[in-house]
Structures are given as C-alpha cells and as structure tokens.
C-alpha cells in the first residue's frame, strides 16, 4: 500500500510535497514547539461531530462523547460548545468536563468500580444517569444518595452477550468480560431499585466494544435490550432511554466503517419494531469523534540496520502512544516532507524506550534520512490519554490547528514535572 498521503485524515493533507494540517505545515509546528508533539485539527473534529449530528437529527438521541479516548480540556470545551453529552468513567473525567463548560444534564457515568466520592460528586452534580455495571454498585449508590437525600438516576448497563468481532482487548460485551450486568439478573437488580426512593431506573445500556466495523453486533446487542425494556416497562419501570454505548471503528488503513446514518436509522426502526418510538437512544462515540483528527508527529534520531532489518529510531515511543504494541494496531505513518531523491526502503519504526515492545510501525516503506519528521497518522483517539511518563520521558505537548492559526493546548512537560510530586526521605 502506498504511504504517501493520509488514508484516513481527511484535513490532513500533502501541499508540494508537505504535510499541512488544514493550512498549517506540521513542519513549522514541529519546529515551534518540538518533537515529539501531537497536533489536531479542528475542522476534523466539528466534521466528525457534525456527521454524529447529523445521524441523530431525525431522532430523539443524545450523543456523549466517550472523552477517555482524549480529555484534552480545549478539545471537550470544544465538544461542550457544540452541544455535546459526555460519557466519563471516573471522577477525574467528571472534574474535567464540568472544568470544560459540560452540561451535567448530559453526562452519563459508565466504568465497573465507581467509588463512594465519585458516586457523590455526580449525584451532587446532577448526571443523567449512572450507568450501574452490578448489583453491588447498585445497593452502594443507594447508600450513598440516600445519605445524601437526593435521587440518583440510573440506567442498568446489561452485558447482551453479544461478539463485537473486534480485538479481544476492546471487546466488552461478552459473558467472560468483567463488564455490565448479566441479562439474567436485571429484573432482579430493577426490583432493589425500586424498593429505594433515592435511585430512579430510567433506561438501560450497553457497551460491547470499540474499533467495530459492522452494524450487526450493535442491533443485536440493541434487540436484546428491547426485549428487556419491554418486560421492566410491564412491571411499572418508567425506562425512557437505551444506551448503545460507543464503538463504531474508524478507517486507520484499509478498514470499510460504518455509515452514522445506517446504523442510527436502523437502530430506531428496531426500537419501532418492538413498540418502543418513546424511548430515547444514547450513544457514547470516543474514536469515531477524535482519532482521524490527530496525529503524532516524531523526529527520526537513526537509522540502523542489522541484518536484514533497517530501523528507523524515532524520538516518540510506546509511552507516547501506546496502540500499535498494546493491540497490534496499525497507525499509517508519513514523512512530513516527501524526499523523491531518497530511496524507499523497507523500515520498523521503533522508539528509544527500552522494551522490545517499543514500537509504532513495522514493515513500512519510507523514504527518510536522519532528523526528518514523521507524522504518526489517526492518533486522535487513546494516544495522549494512554500516554505515561515511562523511561522518565516527559508527556509531550499538544497543539490545535484551526484553519491557519494555531494553539498550544497542552505544554510539554519538563524533567521538572517528572519528579514533581516525588518526596525524597
Ligand atoms: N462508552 C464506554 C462505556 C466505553 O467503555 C468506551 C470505550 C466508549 C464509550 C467509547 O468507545 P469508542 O467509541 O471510542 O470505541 N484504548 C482502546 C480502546 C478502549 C475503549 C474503551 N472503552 C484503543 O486504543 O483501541
């Protein structure tokens, strides 16, 4: 496959021969503010909130930005802007999105180990709903909004066994996976809410992974849960609202994705099948949002051969954007200048970090020398927020490009901040 422009990065773009990002050259990005640096397009991510928009229009649907995949505050202020929910799993995610101007009316609070402040901060801060992943959490966020005398509004997140034929590291809604309630015990877990006047019930959800490229999983995921939304709504349970969580995959090489407004449309001609046009549908996309809108621009420090092997040392590492060695991701990777009098050869594109692991792209074609740029294609989503400090390499900087301007959302950290909360005896 040719690696010479972005497959996947609609504002990412080459001009004579350089790499812009709408009409900024990443060349001068990177030499403003240094390598390695990831930088983001806003164009690209309003277009790909507008497709979401779009989709949903005709309905009645909510849209929650899954901000795990990045919770940059400049890119949810973003997001909050125009209009967006959020899906968070943690109360540093809650902090950061209300921090960002997030609507708490809005909010959807997922993840299987909630503790009791998180619980009380998104009760005190009036969520949508608690995505409740057991029967556990459930009794636990009774006690604590009865503690608090206010009501918590829950959604039961069910477990639809379902396979969503993506990596087993992102696939959640399986019975071995540790996450949502199983089917068989929600009419249980129903009954115990309603013996509580602090919790009320009003919809249910699923998540059954990520990176997935086919509607299938989802509909079946979702005919499941209809199937359940009819029997509580028997018993008396005012569910308004299914949740079909995030998921849909995007194009990082040669993968066909969904279409929004297939899957929309035909997610609620099922809820029209079933009887259920009053229900409202959520949905929770994190990388269908922000990963085409990145990218992961690095220096190239060497280039060495052994044996038949020619590595191309790179200054960005596995701590920098961990996807290729964590799931055997692919991420295309481009020069940021393309060279014609340089020969193509065949490279591993690794980092300086000391683990065989520690790589971003094997086999690729490149025609580089020492000290030019790459630019690591799609890392908009889960490349900064699973980025770590390991080797004590420092978190590297973040910049928006917005048409021909530029801001730097996020400094590099110094080998100051590496230490800065270590106590020494
Ligand atoms: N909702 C819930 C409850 C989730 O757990 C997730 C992601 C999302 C929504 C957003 O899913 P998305 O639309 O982004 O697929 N680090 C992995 C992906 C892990 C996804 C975890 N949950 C990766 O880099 O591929």
Redesign the pocket.
Known sequence: MSELSPVSAPFFHYEKGELYAENVALLQLVQEFGSPLYVYSRAALQSAWSKWEEAVKPYRAMVCY?M??NSNLAILQMFARLGAGF?I?SGGELERCLKAGADPKKIVF??VGKQDWEIKKGIEAGIFSF?VESISELKNIIKVATELRQKAYISF?VNPDVDAKT?P??S?GLKENK?GIDLAYIEEAAQIASASEFVVLKGLDC?I????TEIDPFIHALERLCVLVKKLKAKGHPISHIDL?????IRYQDETVINLNDYVSLAFSVLSQQGLDDVQMVF?????LVGNAGVLLTQVQYIKQTGEYEFAIVDAAMNDLI?PT??D?YHQIIPLVQKEHIATKVYDVVGPVCETGDWLGKKRPLAIEEKDYLAVVSAG??GFT?SSQYNSRPRVAEVLVDNDQYHLIRRRETLADLYAQEVML
């Not at 929770?284 to 269908?288: D, K």
């Open positions: 899954g795990k995949a899906d799993v997922s993840g995505n997140r990596h590291y992102i959640t996450f998540h992974g990520s990176q997935i969580g995030g998921g849909v995959g929770e996309p994190g990388r269908s996807r964590l799931y991701a989503a889960y699973m």
